[in-house]
């Protein structure tokens, strides 16, 4: 009924992946080719306001097609945001979707190697696949991420305007449409001129299994530790020699074994050495610093300051240098007191049939620094499983789940 799926599986043969630290937005410029071929189909399909720019946003709107001008100024112009980049972990190149049609339940062979590495996508080691019995599962061929996050909420989003401009008789008002680069690399759609985009509020449609909605996420800081250290002939140097690996290791034993992310979930904040790198003359260790609780955040930034500053005062102030930067902040804060926006998504899940899914989610998304910048953005499901990697998956059913929320969130908004 939609078109989600057939779009879903163009946009993915698309090289889109990010890249970490470019100096340029896009960071890659297959970011641009996808986005200027979005442009072209949503002004094909008739969309007002189309622009892409030459760092790979495409916006557009859909105007509201209601009559009564009373009426009409009571509803607000809703935005869906979805981000075009793919991870940086696996590749997103030569990406081969297939769509397992009327999926048994069983073992998804990816890839049978021929010899070399298997890959098989199974509901033993991924339980909530066999969920999906019955449905058309698109997959990857093993060798490359799928890029259903986020080129599936792309999809989703066109098919929905596309569904709306074919049954005018549905009243809508404004609908804005952001795709935008770099999510991937914490670019936070930084060049997203929201004023000029005209929504009231948004969603961004990147999140997880169909149910899924967050309106709360980690606030996040990096710290960069660089230890110098000094380098003597280890047969001559007792009492000389300062060893940086051995400095780095004395640091990073200051933090809480119980407090990384392998040992947290939930609410639990952490610190996460991401990095390790030295020798004997030089070290430099990579953090980040994770907590929904904006107090605790604080406090476990303030841990990170005490704790390089107990090491300069054992080994002096010049050997340790702490380099500390917010990168993103929880939303919750700026959603208080627009409990509404939440509402709208979860009253259209449940009048879908749908069970909502609340989830805090221990990461961040260009919704988090939208909501900061004054344009309140959660984020709600796409339908798609195993992110950032080869057993990433997601159904043509789940998609169209998606559709129906996006149109449900625009119909109950007309009520009024
Ligand atoms: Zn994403």
Known sequence: MYSALSRFLKYVTYDTQSVDRAEQTPSSPGQLALAEVLGK???????????????AYVTASLPSNITDSAKKNKVPAIGFVAHIDTATEVTGKDVRPRVVKNYDGGDITLKDGGGGE???????DFPYLADYKGQDIVVTDGNTLLGADNKAGVAEIVAGVEWLIQHPEIPHGDVKIAFTPDEEVGHLAKLLDIKKWGADFAYTIDGGPVGEICWENFNAAGAVIT???????????????LNAVTMGQEFNALFPPAETPATTEGYEGYYHCMSFNGSVEGATLKYIIRDHDTKKFEERKKFMEKAVKWMQDKYGTDRFELDMRDQYRNMADKVKGHEDIVDLALNAMRELGMEPNIVPMRGGTDGAALSWRGLI???LFTGGHNYHGKFEFISAQSMDKAVDMILKILELSARK
């Open 377 to 379: 953005t959660p984020n």
């Open 118 to 124: 298997k890959v098989v996508l199974s509901p033993k």
């Open 41 to 55: 189909e949503l002004e094909t399909l008739g969309l007002k306001d189309v622009e892409v720019t030459e760092h």
């Open 227 to 241: 230890i110098k250290g000094r380098a003597v002939h280890p047969g001559k140097s007792k009492g000389l020699m």
